[in-house]
Nanobody, 130 residues
């Protein structure tokens, strides 16, 4: 069974940083587009960022551009989301997700691609509060 497991969430003060990890098991991330969504209490799910496997091209939502950096280490079969200058409005459960790159590529349509993504993690909670 294909699995993604997120880690790295927690409580951080405004202005702080966290790095989320997304480890894949039972499949090889080399052939997958991967990315992150988040969902805050009472709000709709938001597509945050994604990264292609072939060329490393990325997409960022306007709300995180300049503060978050997505990356991947195919040798470790893991993706990452470095989050800097965190704000209270970044508080949410963060989910990583993946899709075969032959079927789906990362781009500006990432926020609406949720229903087409093959594999989802269970999420990790990020709380930004003083």
């Amino acid at each position: 069974q294909l699995q993604l497991v997120e880690s790295g969430g927690g409580l951080v003060q405004p202005g702080g940083s966290l790095r989320l990890s997304c480890a894949a098991s039972e499949f090889t991330l080399d052939y997958y587009t991967i990315g992150w969504f988040r969902q805050a209490p009472g709000k709709e799910r938001e597509g945050v960022s994604c990264i292609n496997s072939s060329d490393g091209s990325t997409y960022y939502a306007d709300s995180v551009k300049g503060r978050f950096t997505i990356s991947r280490d195919n040798a470790k079969n893991t993706g990452y989301l470095q989050m800097n200058s965190l704000k209270p409005e970044d508080t949410a459960v963060y989910y990583c997700a993946a899709a075969n790159s032959d079927l789906l590529l990362c781009g500006s349509s990432w926020p609406v691609l949720g229903p087409y993504l093959e594999v989802w993690g269970r999420g990790t909670l990020v709380t930004v509060s003083s």
